[in-house]
């Protein structure tokens, strides 16, 4: 399968940029947490992202257009989704705890997936249906944003009880 809806190579960097960045904050997260609360988080928080991805995909909301893909899910999202995550709950946790701290991480996960989505749409990375009706920013329509919020805090609350 092509990287790229074009072929071109733009997609295989910005995949290799996004593994990268994850295996970062995946290294952070093993260098400065518990190895519990690294595993819950980039392990546990990676299969909860997949599943809400493939299940949308398989309710035929967005479909991709990038490979390698699993059930129809790009493998190389799996570390953006967690390192993204991971890094919103690093910064809620310098000015709060506990559950707080989950909100607040889901908050800043999802005004970053806001701010970057539509790039992807544009650049035909990814499309959404009108299965859903309501609202779009950029393209990108407000069930998005509301999985992203579900799935952080999810995945943050995951690496909660270890740390």
């Known amino acids: 399968m092509a990287w790229a809806p074009d072929g071109s190579a733009?997609?295989?960097?910005?995949?290799?940029?996004?593994?990268?960045?994850g295996l970062l904050a995946l290294s952070h997260a093993a260098a400065t947490w518990p190895p519990t609360a690294t595993l819950a988080l980039?392990?546990?928080?990676a299969l909860v992202a997949f599943v809400a991805e493939a299940v949308a995909v398989r309710a035929g909301l967005l479909?991709?257009?990038?490979?390698?893909?699993?059930?129809?899910?790009?493998?190389?999202v799996l570390f953006g989704w967690t390192g993204v995550v991971y890094a919103a709950f690093r910064v809620a946790?310098?000015?709060t705890a506990g559950w707080p701290a989950v909100a607040?991480?889901?908050?800043?996960?999802?005004?970053?997936?806001?701010?970057?989505?539509?790039?992807?749409?544009?650049?035909?990375y990814w499309t959404y249906t009108d299965a859903l009706p309501g609202p779009r920013w950029r393209g990108v329509p407000w069930w998005n944003a509301a999985g992203w919020a579900v799935v952080s805090a999810a995945t943050?609350?995951?690496?909660?009880?270890?740390?």
């Open 10 to 21: 733009v997609t295989e960097r910005i995949a290799v940029a996004t593994v990268g960045a």
């Open 42 to 45: 980039f392990g546990g928080g």
């Open 63 to 76: 479909a991709h257009h990038v490979g390698p893909q699993l059930t129809g899910v790009p493998v190389y």
């Open 93 to 95: 946790l310098l000015v």
């Open 104 to 124: 607040l991480a889901a908050a800043l996960a999802t005004t970053g997936n806001a701010l970057t989505d539509h790039r992807g749409v544009a650049a035909g």
């Open 156 to 163: 943050a609350a995951l690496a909660l009880p270890a740390l």
